[in-house]
């Protein structure tokens, strides 16, 4: 079993930055595809962002590109979300998830998931 839990959340200005971070426990991520997904309210939850195991190809939501960034440190079994350049409408629950297989975008293919942190963007 795979526990994961995110952090960095809050509250920013439109215009500004924030990182969250994603922590494994359990076994090692080094192993696992991870994505971000987010899920604001009343809206379906979306793809933003995957790694593959060994961080050399990432894939990114259309939305998102050229102002987030996913990375991972597999020696400290976590993965982040740099975003930059924040807008309102990326004020959502952000969460992360791992996948035993190559990486995706698409949530049901995820076999562990955390239970998202907060990003709240101000206009």
């Known amino acids: 079993q795979v526990q994961l839990v995110e952090s960095g959340g809050g509250l920013v200005q439109a215009g500004g930055s924030l990182r969250v971070s994603c922590a494994g426990s359990?076994?090692?991520?080094?192993?696992?595809?991870m994505g971000w997904f987010r899920q604001a309210p009343g809206k379906e939850r979306e793809f933003v962002a995957a790694i593959s195991w060994s961080g050399d190809n990432t894939y990114y939501a259309d939305s998102v590109k050229g102002r987030f960034t996913i990375s991972r440190d597999n020696a400290k079994n976590t993965v982040f979300l740099q975003m930059n350049s924040l807008k309102p409408e990326d004020t959502a629950v952000y969460s992360c998830a791992a996948r035993i297989l190559k990486a995706s975008m698409r949530g049901p293919d995820y076999d562990y998931w955390g239970h998202g942190t907060q990003v709240t963007v101000s206009s």
């Open positions: 359990g076994r090692t991520l080094s192993t696992y595809s």
